[in-house]
């Protein structure tokens, strides 16, 4: 694994960490990198793919958002968070014409490196998206897609207190008990993951909650083409579920819609994208 680094010797990130400007097109790093760079590029597109690089996605969940913001720009300064970019192609779709600063956020250097090859005016920032090395009630705008999968009660904790009052997140989840997802998960199967019953327990105030979920867990499998670096995966079982574990982050539903669209191992899933806002 390459050892993070700082590539134009900032030290530890200071996008808004300090109450700074983000620097763009730097790599900037707080955390170790973890394993899931080690799976190419070119695998990650064959294998597994994302709505990421559909311009229907796009147009239909993160432009509004853009627009919106961007709307704001000429008279404040304006960042957008992408968390757990990866390679960044939900990041190509928005081009160059818009005023705002956009932060990429990922554990992994190695995607990173990739991405700003390809997007030289994104600020980069290697950071577990658990803890954002952003200040609270910083940032005007998020977006994940595909990536709250491995953290999905912390991650949201995370953007929660770094969105500004009223921001807006556009986040999706992929149900498990969706018969059109049934194929993607006998897909992983074939690689050697196993999909089991798990428990994740959310501490809300001085209440545990629970819920059953699914883990895909690939850290067994023959570890052809890197696959275990993909680690073990959280999915919930019910859109009840999503909405509750959303609730208890304290995000507000604005919208809750469907998405449809084609991978290497599914021609059939349907992925449910919410728009939230901090109240
Ligand atoms: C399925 S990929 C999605 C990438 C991109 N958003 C897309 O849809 O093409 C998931 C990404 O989340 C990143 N990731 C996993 N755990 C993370 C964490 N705790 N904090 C930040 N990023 C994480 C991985 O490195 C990977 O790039």
Redesign the pocket.
Same mark, same amino acid.
């Given at each position: 694994m390459a050892e993070p680094v700082d590539a134009h010797g900032l030290g530890p990130c200071t996008a808004r960490c300090a109450g700074s400007t983000p620097v763009l097109g730097t790599i900037m790093t707080n955390a170790a990198s973890?394993d /899931? @760079?080690k799976i190419t590029e070119e695998q990650?597109v064959s294998k597994?793919n994302?709505?990421?690089?559909s311009k229907e996605y796009f147009s239909r969940f993160h432009e509004p958002l853009i627009k919106e913001v961007d709307a704001k720009s000429s008279s404040t300064e304006i960042i957008l968070l992408?968390?757990?970019?990866? /390679? @960044?192609?939900?990041l190509d779709l928005i081009g160059d014409s818009t005023g705002i600063n956009i932060i990429g956020?990922?554990?992994?250097n190695e995607?990173l490196r990739s991405a700003q090859k390809r997007l030289p005016n994104v600020s980069f920032v290697t950071?577990?998206?658990?803890n954002l090395p952003m200040s609270d009630d910083s940032i005007d705008c998020a977006i994940?897609?595909?990536?709250v999968?491995?953290?999905p009660d912390?991650?949201l904790s995370s953007a929660f207190r770094v969105l500004k009052p009223h921001a807006k997140f556009a986040v999706n989840f992929r149900v498990f008990e969706k018969e059109t997802n049934r194929a993607f998960y006998d897909y992983c199967e074939k690689f050697g993951a196993l999909v089991a019953d798990s428990r994740l327990t959310i501490q809300n105030g001085n209440e545990k909650v629970d819920f059953d979920i699914k883990v895909v867990d690939y850290t067994q499998c023959p570890n052809e083409n890197n696959i275990r670096s993909l680690?073990r995966q959280i999915y919930f079982k019910t859109e009840q579920d999503v909405e509750k574990l959303i609730s208890l982050t304290g995000f507000r539903i604005l919208k809750h819609d469907t998405f449809q669209y084609a991978s290497p191992g599914n021609e059939r899933n349907e992925t449910d994208v919410y728009i939230l806002q901090k109240p």
């Amino acid at each position: 694994m390459a050892e993070p680094v700082d590539a134009h010797g900032l030290g530890p990130c200071t996008a808004r960490c300090a109450g700074s400007t983000p620097v763009l097109g730097t790599i900037m790093t707080n955390a170790a990198s973890p394993d /899931y @760079g080690k799976i190419t590029e070119e695998q990650y597109v064959s294998k597994f793919n994302s709505p990421s690089q559909s311009k229907e996605y796009f147009s239909r969940f993160h432009e509004p958002l853009i627009k919106e913001v961007d709307a704001k720009s000429s008279s404040t300064e304006i960042i957008l968070l992408d968390i757990g970019c990866g /390679y @960044g192609y939900e990041l190509d779709l928005i081009g160059d014409s818009t005023g705002i600063n956009i932060i990429g956020v990922d554990i992994s250097n190695e995607v990173l490196r990739s991405a700003q090859k390809r997007l030289p005016n994104v600020s980069f920032v290697t950071s577990d998206a658990e803890n954002l090395p952003m200040s609270d009630d910083s940032i005007d705008c998020a977006i994940a897609v595909n990536a709250v999968i491995y953290k999905p009660d912390k991650i949201l904790s995370s953007a929660f207190r770094v969105l500004k009052p009223h921001a807006k997140f556009a986040v999706n989840f992929r149900v498990f008990e969706k018969e059109t997802n049934r194929a993607f998960y006998d897909y992983c199967e074939k690689f050697g993951a196993l999909v089991a019953d798990s428990r994740l327990t959310i501490q809300n105030g001085n209440e545990k909650v629970d819920f059953d979920i699914k883990v895909v867990d690939y850290t067994q499998c023959p570890n052809e083409n890197n696959i275990r670096s993909l680690g073990r995966q959280i999915y919930f079982k019910t859109e009840q579920d999503v909405e509750k574990l959303i609730s208890l982050t304290g995000f507000r539903i604005l919208k809750h819609d469907t998405f449809q669209y084609a991978s290497p191992g599914n021609e059939r899933n349907e992925t449910d994208v919410y728009i939230l806002q901090k109240p």
